[in-house]
């Protein structure tokens, strides 16, 4: 008997499923972990595959013959199917117990510039003893970037006669598209003697060719968006109304959304927030289209988020982490980037278990995995010290804001601040007001930092228009607390500017959520003029604008052709005479201070020492007139 005859004579004898695989080259250490659905499995099965991060693949080998019947040996016996990842070394990385027909695949670290593959191939099993690549195979080889998908079908009960298929990513196609190919079926002996590294390396010379000028190399991530319809949403919107403005918050985000989920439940799953069944589901899905990135249109909580990234092998980002990573775009003032790292320190900061993070540049750096739980506590630790050291800088920024506010107040300058929903067209407007040329786009929070403008009135008069950030509905609490500087200049303005975008079909909606954020600040008892805005997009015959118009303290424009400024400038000085007075005065010397007083809350314009007091004509607010009313002449 031949000795490779003798080895296939020993695999059948069932004693050898629980006896010791030699090391066949060296050994690396690495983690001895069995992952996947472990539930039944008997313990000597799960220490038979510990063992097998022992086993070496030789260098060169696609898999040797003894790795692959001791897969076959042991998928029989469970009847489940068993995948592992290797090296270009030859080492076990990763093994996973499946079910009887899919396996859930671990994410693959490390993986290498565009023209590379990841460096790992897997391997896997197929108890049904069919070798063929399926679907989900192919897509998860395109996914993963594996070096090879290497399948086993499982012949029973003679498992010695399984059989060997594998696939790999040959090439580019005109739509920049990977191409893969199959090759087999072959005999346990035939897969041995392939020149694995060979091929691997004749296909990354093509690659690199083909992608040093491929767009590739800046492809937007594709993505999948997840709504869940719980009754969370309040008031006019709908869950697909909700996934409709996420749409649109990923499309600012650089994102390219490929297709969109609803799961109606009576309560999240407190571990899958979707439900377990639908997350491998959309996993499956995932890895038929190669999905990049999955985002969810709630708040997840940290446990969900690792769960669900674990089951479906994409990134996950939830409604806040997306909002997050758009005002980290836009942040453009070292004052908005403070804001922005803080809010985003504040929100990762449960989230770190399992992650690593590195502090040294601004920014955080977050993405990299930790050893344990000393290192996690001390990456507290540096989270925490970052967020003192950014909430001291913020403090300062706010300190030189409060007296410039003093400062203008002291000038009797009023102030006005522009509010609205996101994308309501607020800087188009300020442009419009002030002959200004600050960045407007129509797309989600195009202006993140605040930009204040001087504003001429028609009666002459100055005063300090203010751009700020936009509104948005369930806008995150950490944006709400970090940038609470910046939305103080709206909570101490003497005017706000309400603008909102009518042509929307949840105008309405849009507004309640901006006022729900103005109770938030404090500004909700503010005098505010509602500005309906993009009147220039309703139908002729719609008499909405008119029936608008008609309420109080309300007008009707379109900042973009230019329609009703006249009458909104007007209104604007209307309520700005009501805030401030001209009067004339003659206060007597005994009461000197009085007139000494006026200097530090008003404007004086004229000043004349008479013979019988002090002749003074004074700017000041209304609410200050009634201590000098018995001085007016």
């Known amino acids: 008997m031949s000795s490779r005859h003798a080895f296939v004579s020993n695999c059948k004898k069932r004693k050898s499923r629980y006896g010791k695989i030699p090391c066949l080259l060296f050994k690396v250490q690495i983690m001895r972990e069995i992952l996947g659905n472990k539930k039944g499995i008997r313990d000597s099965v799960l220490n038979e595959l510990i063992a097998l991060y022992d086993v070496q693949v030789p260098l060169g080998q696609l898999i040797s013959a003894e790795l692959a019947l001791k897969l076959a040996d042991i998928t029989e016996f469970i009847n489940r199917e068993i995948s592992l990842y290797i090296s270009r070394s030859g080492q076990i990385t990763n093994i996973v117990i499946g079910g009887n027909d899919s396996v859930e695949l671990p994410a693959v670290e490390g993986r290498r510039g565009i023209g590379r593959l990841s460096g790992i191939r897997c391997v896997h099993t197929h108890p049904n003893g069919n070798p063929v690549l399926s679907g989900v195979d192919f897509s998860a080889l395109k996914n993963n970037k594996f070096d090879a998908m290497v399948t086993i079908g499982v012949t029973a009960p003679d498992y010695t006669q399984s059989i060997i298929s594998f696939g790999m990513i040959v090439g580019l196609d005109k739509e920049e598209q990977f191409i893969c190919d199959e090759y087999g079926p072959f005999s346990l002996e035939e897969a041995e003697a392939i020149n694995f590294l060979n091929v691997i390396n004749t296909i990354e010379r093509i690659l690199d060719k083909q992608t040093s000028s491929s767009s590739l190399a800046v492809a937007a991530e594709k993505t999948i968006l997840v709504g869940m319809d719980w009754g969370q949403i309040k008031g006019g919107w709908t869950a697909e109304d909700s996934l409709e403005e996420l749409k649109q918050l990923a499309d600012t985000a650089g994102a390219v959304v490929v297709n969109r989920f609803i799961q109606r439940r009576a309560k999240p799953d407190p571990a899958f927030f979707i439900g377990k069944g639908k997350v491998q589901e959309l996993a499956l899905y995932a890895q038929q289209e190669n999905i990049d990135l999955c985002i969810f249109d709630d708040e997840l909580t940290p446990a969900q988020q690792r769960n669900i990234e674990q089951v479906m092998g994409v990134r996950i980002l939830d409604r806040t982490a997306l909002i997050l990573d758009i005002f980290a775009q836009r942040a453009r003032t ?126 002459k008069h100055e005063a300090i228009l203010t751009d700020t950030v936009g509104f948005i509905q369930r806008l995150p609490h950490q944006l709400v607390a970090a940038f609470r500087s910046t939305l103080e200049e709206v909570a101490e303005a003497d005017l706000l500017l309400h603008v909102i975008d009518v042509s929307h079909e949840l105008y309405q909606e849009q507004s309640d959520a901006v006022y729900k954020v103005l109770e938030q600040i404090g500004a909700q008892n503010k005098t505010i003029l509602t500005v309906y805005n993009k009147i220039d997009k309703l139908p002729s015959e719609n008499a909405l604008a008119q029936r608008l118009a008609q309420q109080e303290n309300s007008v009707c424009i379109s900042a973009k052709s230019g329609i009703g400024i006249e009458e909104l400038l007007a209104l604007i000085s209307e309520n700005l005479k009501l805030k401030s007075i001209e009067v004339t005065l003659l206060i007597p010397y005994t009461e000197s201070e009085k007139a000494a007083k006026l200097h530090t809350i008003g404007t004086v314009l004229e000043q004349e020492y008479k013979e019988n007091g002090t002749f003074m004509k004074v700017r000041l607010a209304s609410e200050q007139l009634e201590d000098f009313e018995k001085f007016i002449i």
């Open 334 to 459: 070292n004052e908005g980037k403070l804001q922005v790292e803080l809010a985003q320190l504040q929100y990762n900061l449960p989230r770190i278990m399992g992650k690593g993070l590195i502090l040294s540049r601004l920014g955080g750096g977050i993405g990299t995995r930790g050893p344990g739980e000393t290192k996690l506590e001390v990456d507290r630790r540096r989270i925490r010290d970052r967020i003192a050291f950014i909430k001291d800088s913020i403090e300062k920024v706010r300190a030189v804001r409060t007296l410039h506010r003093i400062k203008r107040s002291k000038n009797q300058v009023p102030s006005i601040s522009l509010v609205g929903y996101t994308n309501a067209g607020k800087s188009t407007l300020l442009n419009l007001l002030t002959q200004s040329d600050i960045y407007a786009k129509d797309q989600l929070f195009a202006t993140l930092d605040p930009t204040t403008r001087q504003l001429i009135l028609p009666d």
